[in-house]
């Protein structure tokens, strides 16, 4: 501290700023590194005190401490539960004894499911399960090269889609009931084996790791329509369940199911980091007469897990939490299991659900919005992962609402939040990923525009607002104390996704609009609104921050439509050859006549980055023109585009159709 005599600061301030940097400290500050590979702290290079500003050039920002797990309240009987729902106004028909030790519904006492044995479990299910795959041609594909992959936001944590490939294999998820597998050998394509699923459920995307497949989708269960039981779900007559189907499928002619995992309620999302999938779920308590017909199973999520039980039995009452002071009428239950274990599922239970998700290798976010008095905050929940097992961390709130999954992410110890809060504008915000403690915030962004897109890259962070205008924000999160917009550019339009191609250049894929205006009386013109003019493809130059430019832009119809601007899982990124490939429907009209103009089509368009510019390298016509889900992948020099029906195979150099496959 001798430094502070040459700056001639009062006495005083010796003092004060010890207090400063043991403050930090005691509460652990992440370090923040302007190169993401060095790992080690960057100096605080300015203190403020009382506006006078103090230099340092040795004083480091210590990290972010190890996260620990936090002990929450269990409910621990179905008497103190049935309090919290009602609470929440999730039940009625209720009453309490004078002492208000118990809970009456209608003729039955809550005490005596509190006062019963365990129900036991059945026996196990042996590892192997009836198979359901048919067997038609087999074999193996020699193929080597390179093989594309689900486009995903992390790095190593795998997501969920209906099309999948390992090299050798395409799988493909059809109409949500089936999986076709199919050999693929450059333009050769052999239909290999299939599985088709015998339940009333659907499935909506799908996962392959070394020989296990893994369906996720969901099932309903129509309750009794008769009786005195109708009374107990007066409101919600149906039971909805997700289900997490475990496929071995080292013979790919014949897969065999070997687990089956199904919680009550509906899915959030999912993930698989090695041979750990990962889940959240959210199960919502509808208001209910309940009568004595009650049971554990009404009131608490129920679980199948066939390597314990052949039957679902509802959750333990002891294992579900809950905040002090906060009432829900809903469960959010996270966990995770090794797709090639028997051991049983771990699983954290909160009373309480969620609306956004993320994940790292290490952590997983689920964040719920919530409104009061108008106004709209949303509160982050953080689970630690260690294997299979999570453990709740604690929780945090910020102003506003995440967009998407793309709103989030970590980086060097913080947790770092894109909302929109339509009352005061846009923020980024930025947490301690140890303790969900807010370190900092821009101001308020775009006051009545709402956030159209995000991405991150290291300390930086790009944020797309619209409302007539496409503003394009860079702002720097190297000081998480003090997030900064360094620049801002306003084009027309909007990109809905961003994706970052090195060197300092990122491609935006939207909407391109114009904003329309009316001619009054007085000849002055005044503006109405604005018109969307179709697809709009982005290059955009952030080598400065401080001066993001739009170097170049492709535009595709002014009706036309791509999943993969909403789904990036549907875009195909080829990071070597610096080109993406989405589906697309091409529609054009004359905006004045109303008619269709131009050529109308569907199929999928490869976009090339070249240098500073964006080429229109292939348009890919689908002969399924009634085809609303399409992917595309590449295994080595060849590239398949899927659709309902069909498969077709195309030189992935001259982009020249060299096979197809009919899989209807």
Same mark, same amino acid.
């Given at each position: 501290?001798?430094?502070?005599?040459?700056?001639?600061?009062? %006495?005083?301030?010796?003092?004060?700023?010890?207090?400063?940097?043991?403050?930090?400290?005691?509460?652990?500050?992440?370090?923040?590194?302007?190169?993401?590979?060095?790992?080690?702290?960057?100096?605080?290079?300015?203190?403020?005190?009382?506006?006078?500003?103090?230099?340092?050039?040795?004083?480091?920002?210590?990290?972010? =401490?190890?996260?620990?797990?936090?002990?929450?309240?269990?409910?621990?009987?179905?008497?103190? &539960?049935?309090?919290?729902?009602?609470?929440?106004?999730?039940?009625?028909?209720?009453?309490?004894?004078?002492?208000?030790?118990?809970?009456?519904?209608?003729?039955?006492?809550?005490?005596?499911?509190?006062?019963?044995?365990?129900?036991?479990?059945?026996?196990?299910?042996?590892?192997?399960?009836?198979?359901?795959?048919?067997?038609?041609?087999?074999?193996?594909?020699?193929?080597?090269?390179?093989?594309?992959?689900?486009?995903?936001?992390?790095?190593?944590?795998?997501?969920?889609?209906? &099309?999948?490939?390992?090299?050798?294999?395409?799988?493909?998820?059809?109409?949500?009931?089936?999986?076709?597998?199919?050999?693929?050998?450059?333009?050769?394509?052999?239909?290999?084996?299939?599985?088709?699923?015998?339940?009333?459920?659907?499935?909506?995307?799908?996962?392959?790791?070394?020989?296990?497949?893994?369906?996720?989708?969901?099932?309903?269960?129509?309750?009794?329509?008769?009786?005195?039981?109708?009374?107990?779900?007066?409101?919600?007559?149906?039971?909805?369940?997700?289900?997490?189907?475990?496929?071995?499928?080292?013979?790919?002619?014949?897969?065999?199911?070997?687990?089956?995992?199904?919680?009550?309620?509906?899915?959030?999302?999912?993930?698989?980091?090695?041979?750990?999938?990962?889940?959240?779920?959210?199960?919502?308590?509808?208001?209910?007469?309940?009568?004595?017909?009650?049971?554990?199973?009404?009131?608490?999520?129920?679980?199948?897990?066939?390597?314990?039980?052949?039957?679902?039995?509802?959750?333990?009452?002891?294992?579900?939490?809950?905040?002090?002071?906060?009432?829900? =009428?809903?469960?959010?239950?996270?966990?995770?299991?090794?797709?090639?274990?028997?051991?049983?599922?771990?699983?954290?239970?909160?009373?309480?659900?969620?609306?956004?998700?993320?994940?790292?290798?290490?952590?997983?976010?689920?964040?719920?919005?919530?409104?009061?008095?108008?106004?709209?905050?949303?509160?982050?929940?953080?689970? =630690?992962?260690?294997?299979?097992?999570?453990?709740?961390?604690?929780?945090?709130?910020?102003?506003?609402?995440?967009?998407?999954?793309?709103?989030?992410?970590?980086?060097?110890?913080?947790?770092?939040?894109?909302?929109?809060?339509?009352?005061?504008?846009?923020?980024?915000?930025?947490?301690?990923?140890?303790?969900?403690?807010?370190?900092?915030?821009?101001?308020?962004?775009?006051? %009545?525009?709402?956030?159209?897109?995000?991405?991150?890259?290291?300390?930086?962070?790009?944020?797309?607002?619209?409302?007539?205008?496409?503003?394009?924000?860079?702002?720097?999160?190297?000081?998480?104390?003090?997030?900064?917009?360094?620049?801002? &550019?306003?084009?027309?339009?909007?990109?809905?996704?961003?994706?970052?191609?090195?060197?300092?250049? &990122?491609?935006?894929?939207?909407?391109?609009?114009?904003?329309?205006?009316?001619?009054?009386?007085?000849?002055?013109?005044?503006?109405?609104?604005?018109?969307?003019?179709?697809?709009?493809?982005?290059?955009?130059?952030?080598?400065?921050?401080?001066?993001?430019?739009?170097?170049?832009?492709?535009?595709?119809?002014?009706?036309?439509?791509?999943?993969?601007?909403?789904?990036?899982?549907?875009?195909?990124?080829? =990071?070597?050859?610096?080109?993406?490939?989405?589906?697309?429907?091409?529609?054009?009209?004359?905006?004045?006549?109303?008619?269709?103009?131009?050529?109308?089509?569907?199929?999928?368009?490869?976009?090339?980055?070249?240098?500073?510019?964006?080429?229109?390298?292939?348009?890919?016509?689908?002969?399924?023109?009634?085809?609303?889900?399409?992917?595309?992948?590449?295994?080595?020099?060849?590239?398949?585009?899927?659709?309902?029906?069909?498969?077709?195979?195309?030189?992935?150099?001259?982009?020249?159709?060299?096979?197809?496959?009919?899989? %209807?």
């Amino acid at each position: 501290m001798t430094k502070l005599a040459r700056w001639s600061i009062r %006495g005083f301030a010796v003092l004060l700023v010890g207090v400063f940097v043991t403050v930090l400290a005691l509460n652990a500050l992440p370090a923040q590194s302007n190169d993401p590979a060095a790992g080690v702290s960057d100096p605080v290079t300015q203190i403020t005190l009382d506006g006078d500003v103090i230099l340092y050039d040795d004083i480091l920002v210590p990290p972010a =401490a190890a996260a620990a797990a936090q002990n929450l309240p269990r409910v621990g009987s179905y008497t103190e &539960l049935l309090r919290l729902l009602n609470s929440a106004g999730a039940v009625s028909n209720v009453t309490w004894t004078a002492n208000e030790d118990t809970v009456q519904f209608g003729d039955k006492t809550m005490m005596e499911f509190d006062a019963a044995t365990p129900m036991p479990s059945a026996a196990p299910v042996p590892p192997a399960m009836a198979a359901e795959g048919a067997a038609m041609d087999s074999g193996r594909s020699s193929l080597t090269g390179n093989v594309s992959s689900t486009n995903t936001q992390v790095s190593g944590v795998d997501e969920g889609d209906i &099309l999948k490939t390992d090299g050798q294999y395409l799988y493909i998820l059809q109409e949500n009931r089936m999986v076709r597998i199919v050999e693929a050998d450059g333009a050769n394509m052999n239909k290999i084996g299939f599985i088709v699923s015998n339940d009333d459920g659907y499935y909506t995307e799908m996962y392959v790791a070394g020989d296990r497949l893994i369906l996720v989708g969901s099932r309903y269960e129509q309750q009794d329509a008769s009786g005195d039981k109708m009374q107990t779900y007066i409101w919600h007559p149906s039971k909805s369940f997700t289900t997490y189907a475990v496929y071995d499928i080292t013979d790919r002619a014949n897969p065999v199911r070997t687990r089956l995992f199904e919680v009550e309620g509906s899915p959030l999302a999912t993930r698989l980091v090695g041979d750990i999938l990962y889940f959240a779920v959210n199960k919502y308590v509808y208001s209910a007469n309940f009568d004595d017909n009650l049971t554990p199973g009404d009131i608490v999520p129920t679980v199948l897990d066939s390597v314990v039980s052949v039957t679902a039995e509802p959750m333990p009452v002891t294992d579900i939490c809950y905040f002090p002071g906060t009432m829900e =009428a809903s469960y959010l239950i996270a966990g995770g299991f090794d797709i090639n274990s028997d051991e049983p599922c771990a699983m954290e239970t909160l009373l309480g659900a969620g609306s956004y998700f993320y994940m790292n290798a290490d952590s997983m976010y689920i964040v719920k919005p919530e409104w009061t008095n108008d106004k709209n905050q949303s509160t982050v929940y953080r689970y =630690a992962l260690d294997g299979a097992s999570l453990s709740f961390v604690g929780s945090g709130a910020v102003p506003g609402t995440p967009l998407n999954q793309y709103s989030m992410d970590e980086y060097e110890g913080v947790f770092r939040i894109a909302t929109t809060d339509w009352s005061a504008g846009n923020y980024v915000t930025t947490m301690d990923a140890a303790t969900l403690a807010v370190l900092g915030s821009t101001p308020a962004l775009a006051q %009545g525009e709402s956030i159209q897109s995000v991405r991150y890259m290291g300390s930086l962070a790009y944020v797309v607002t619209y409302r007539q205008t496409d503003p394009l924000f860079a702002i720097d999160l190297s000081n998480p104390n003090n997030p900064t917009v360094l620049g801002e &550019l306003k084009i027309p339009g909007f990109s809905q996704y961003l994706h970052p191609v090195g060197d300092g250049l &990122l491609v935006g894929f939207g909407r391109h609009t114009l904003e329309t205006f009316v001619r009054l009386d007085d000849g002055t013109e005044q503006s109405v609104g604005t018109w969307d003019a179709g697809i709009k493809v982005s290059l955009f130059d952030v080598s400065d921050p401080t001066n993001p430019r739009e170097v170049d832009k492709i535009l595709l119809g002014n009706g036309s439509y791509s999943e993969a601007f909403d789904n990036p899982r549907a875009m195909l990124v080829d =990071a070597a050859k610096s080109q993406f490939a989405f589906p697309i429907q091409v529609y054009s009209w004359d905006v004045f006549s109303g008619k269709e103009s131009g050529d109308n089509w569907q199929g999928a368009v490869v976009i090339g980055v070249e240098g500073n510019a964006l080429t229109t390298k292939a348009q890919l016509v689908s002969q399924d023109q009634n085809s609303y889900q399409r992917r595309l992948c590449y295994i080595g020099d060849t590239l398949y585009m899927i659709d309902n029906s069909m498969i077709k195979a195309f030189d992935y150099n001259t982009f020249f159709e060299t096979g197809h496959l009919s899989v %209807g």
